[in-house]
């Protein structure tokens, strides 16, 4: 075995991606340990708990002291609310979540719930007649991509732009070594700065043209925060845009996958569909759609069970270890759709939770409530299926599947 200091180096090798769980498994055995790149490693629940509620640990990359991890991209995206601590970051934060949520729009993803539900309708109805699908570009793709560019306001024949623009954003951020990282990250700040300025300009247009979608809202209702400055609309729009659909691409595929390596589960969830919002928790803690948060760091020494995280260290959080934690969950490598009261990280903790948790809850649970009930005897035509580059966000690239067809 290689030695605890190759852990993260070992987790982010593509070769692991498929199963990471025996590597996350040795982290928790072996507590926080220091990598030879210099950053520390944590898996274990309560730590990653703590330190999510720490405010001496910080989400800002320009308070570190060693290289980055990430490299010149993800540093890039400071201005994004995802990167900045208190009171920037709340300030950013309460802007962009006005006309997204409570308080001041309470309503807005509840009233999504029937634009959903036709969505999802109309991407599996052409599926009819086919024996073989994938459900990452038949389903599980499209759908939270348009559902993100609905409420933002993205014309919908502009929406197949946004594939390219994420996917060459997230390769650019990926810790995985290849053989040409520079060339990478230059592409994926070319496709941030470029999505940044299509939304930018969309929003720009409805300035004094107010419309009901959030681009509008955030240029038309700045409340009593202010408004945005361009650039703080741009990289947020951005992150809006990412995170609202990349995520839950992950968590709808990763939620076949299980069900169908448990067909049990698959089969209760038929029986007794109203055990769908449970079973997304469970998915959530068992194969959650970001595995790490690599982008932390101590603001001073910082002692973590017993170790000295040094200030100015990347201090990188492994969510999903913690979430198949044995001292928090009774057997935590088993899915269990019945399971209850499932603190998990599937969402982060602390003032950087997802603030689109909401949604992806709610797109999952249609989704997946809709895929069991009309998904004809679906199997597997690989498993493990290929995955995505990224061990961040961690889903199958591709899910080929079989099917004896639809059901209306």
Request: charged letters at 30%; proline letters at 10%; hydrophobic letters at 35%.
């Amino acid at each position: 075995m290689a030695a605890a200091d190759t852990l993260f180096r070992r987790i982010t090798d593509y070769a692991n991606r498929a199963d990471p769980y025996p590597l996350y498994a040795e982290l928790r055995e072996a507590g926080v340990t220091r990598q030879d790149d210099g950053s520390y490693l944590v898996g274990t629940y309560h730590e990653i708990a703590g330190l999510l509620h720490d405010p001496r640990i910080s989400s800002d990359r320009r308070n570190r002291t060693v290289p980055d991890l990430l490299g010149s991209e993800e540093a890039a995206a400071q201005v994004s609310f995802i990167g900045r601590d208190d009171p920037e970051h709340e300030r950013l934060r309460t802007i962009a979540m006005r006309p997204f949520g409570p308080p001041h729009s309470p309503d807005r993803v509840e009233a999504m719930h029937d634009e959903i539900t036709e969505i999802t309708t109309r991407l599996i109805d052409p599926l009819q007649g086919r024996d073989r699908i994938d459900l990452v570009e038949d389903f599980a793709y499209p759908l939270p991509v348009t559902v993100i560019c609905r409420m933002l306001g993205v014309p919908r024949e502009d929406e197949p732009k946004f594939h390219v623009w994420t996917e060459t954003l997230i390769a650019g951020f990926d810790p995985t070594p290849d053989s040409n990282p520079e060339e990478r990250q230059r592409a994926g700040l070319d496709a941030r700065k470029a999505m940044g300025e299509y939304l930018g300009e969309l929003a720009e247009s409805r300035r004094g043209k107010p419309s009901d979608d959030m681009l509008s809202a955030f240029v038309n209702d700045p409340g009593p925060e202010g408004g945005f400055t361009r650039e703080e609309l741009m990289s947020s729009a951005v992150l809006l845009l990412l995170a609202g659909h990349e995520t839950t691409v992950n968590l709808i595929t990763n939620g076949v996958l299980t069900l169908l390596r448990y067909p049990e589960a698959l089969e209760l969830l038929r029986r007794e569909p109203e055990l769908m919002p449970r079973a997304v928790e469970e998915l959530l803690r068992y194969e959650p759609p970001v595995h790490l948060l690599p982008q932390r760091t101590a603001l001073t020494d910082v002692e973590v069970a017993g170790v000295t995280v040094p200030k100015g260290v990347p201090l990188i959080l492994v969510l999903a270890s913690g979430n198949r934690d044995p001292r928090q969950f009774h057997d935590p490598d088993r899915f269990d759709p019945t399971r209850r009261d499932v603190q998990h990280f599937g969402f982060g903790s602390g003032v950087h939770s997802c603030f689109g948790a909401p949604l992806a809850r709610i797109e999952a649970q249609i989704a997946l409530a809709e895929l069991i009930r009309r998904l004809d005897d679906p199997r597997l035509l690989q498993d493990p299926p290929p995955y995505r580059r990224s061990p961040i966000l961690r889903g199958p690239r591709h899910l080929p599947l079989e099917i004896a067809g639809i059901k209306a």
